[in-house]
């Protein structure tokens, strides 16, 4: 199938037609512009007269690109990048940038990344967006082919052309109702064993990292297992149950909710945090000042 583009097509029906190929879906494609669903209904259907093909098709889980769309998709956000790169003014007017950046994170990452830089990032530049998609095994990839911007990880970033700043090193903490008995002593691994846990994964593939460190921990009895480190305070407030979790998130969730921490197991290895970046990026000055944005909290502590 060929990947070459029409003779005559503008710029941003070419935007358009790349996002499409990613959301794999008109209305989310339509949510990610910023444009009513039947607006963007009429640029697909633009879209395959100017192109002579069909593009998006339905399958059984949804929308399909046809083969015609996956040979063009790379080719065509090469050109795209390629193209806003030259448009894009060389001097950074932060007060004037509109755009939208892509990341892909944890809650904990949120909380504990964008949320020390959030107030500088509206400050400097009130018309840019995070979107945010929750971490999974998959980002890293969706980094290298373009679909994300920025990615936030206590996972080694390991892939061809990734760049990676690391912001910090995370020990662990365990967290309760200040009245739960697991605060009498450092609890043992038994003792672990006899309460049920609240365990938040750290994305979507990752598994369990607390038994991944502590195999007898995978015999815990799990309460609730969820990708959400910030339910973690309101279940433990409600029941019996017990969370082994980041010491930044056991330390903030204690002092916004009143509960206690005690000393997680010493066998949990620390982690690093990172924020990733693609090689692709070093020359985006738009990228470079949020990643600059983001580190500066960390740059001088641990």
């Excluded at 769309?69 to 390629?82: D, F, I, N, Q, Y």
Aim: aromatic share 6%; proline share 7%.
């Amino acid at each position: 199938m060929s990947g070459r583009l029409p003779h005559r097509v503008d710029f941003t029906l070419l935007q358009h037609l790349q996002v499409l190929i990613e959301q794999r879906s008109v209305s989310r494609a339509a949510e990610r512009l910023g444009i009513g669903q039947p607006a963007m209904s009429r640029i697909l259907a633009r879209l395959r007269d100017q192109f002579d093909d069909p593009l998006l098709v339905r399958g059984p889980r949804g929308m399909m690109p046809t083969p015609r769309a996956e040979a063009l998709s790379g080719p065509l956000r090469a050109w795209l990048e390629a193209g806003e790169s030259l448009l894009r003014d060389p001097d950074l007017d932060l007060g004037r940038m509109k755009r939208v950046f892509r990341l892909a994170s944890t809650d904990f990452g949120l909380l504990s990344v964008l949320t020390p830089a959030i107030a500088r990032i509206a400050q400097e530049a009130a018309g840019v967006e995070l979107d945010v998609e929750p971490l999974s095994d998959a980002s890293l990839r969706r980094l290298e082919d373009g679909r994300l911007d920025l990615v936030l990880t206590g996972w080694n970033p390991e892939g061809a052309g990734l760049k990676s700043r690391w912001l910090f090193r995370e020990t662990h903490l365990g967290l309760a109702r200040p009245d739960h008995p697991v605060h009498q002593a450092t609890p043992t691994h038994a003792e672990l064993l006899c309460w049920p846990h609240v365990a938040p994964s750290a994305g979507d593939g990752f598994g369990d990292w607390v038994a991944d460190d502590l195999p007898d921990m995978a015999e815990r009895r799990v309460l609730v297992r969820a990708e959400s480190f910030a339910l973690v305070p309101y279940l433990l407030q409600a029941s019996e149950a017990v969370a082994l979790l980041p010491r930044r998130a056991a330390e903030r969730f204690a002092a916004a909710h009143g509960l206690g921490v005690f000393p997680a197991p010493q066998e949990i290895q620390p982690f690093g945090y990172h924020l990733v970046w693609h090689e692709r990026s070093d020359g985006d000055m738009g990228t470079r000042w949020l990643v600059e944005a983001m580190y500066a909290v960390f740059s001088t502590s641990d």
